[in-house]
């Protein structure tokens, strides 16, 4: 990922403030946007299609520690306190 914090500058296409926007950040960005969107959508499907237990037991079978907490909304942790 490092790629992506040393890119080749490009030329500037248009210029608000200190913000540059390149011909190569034009191509760049929607590639990345439709890595991440991948990346996303598989985790949804898998997350849609499998039983709750079978995902589970998969976890436990490949040595993921389970805790009573993995159960809870992982931005339950970022919330205000007390509200998990």
Not at 5 to 27: A, E, R, S, Y
Not at 50 to 56: A, F, Q, Y
């Amino acid at each position: 990922m490092i790629f992506h914090f040393l890119p080749d500058p490009g030329k500037t296409v248009f210029q608000l403030g200190p913000l540059h926007i390149t011909d190569n950040g034009l191509v760049q960005g929607p590639v990345f946007f439709f890595r991440l969107s991948v990346v996303v959508l598989a985790s949804f499907v898998l997350i849609w299609t499998t039983d709750t237990r079978d995902l589970m037991v998969s976890l436990a079978k490949a040595g993921h520690p389970l805790s009573p907490g993995l159960h809870r909304v992982p931005g339950a942790a970022f919330s205000a306190p007390g509200a998990a």
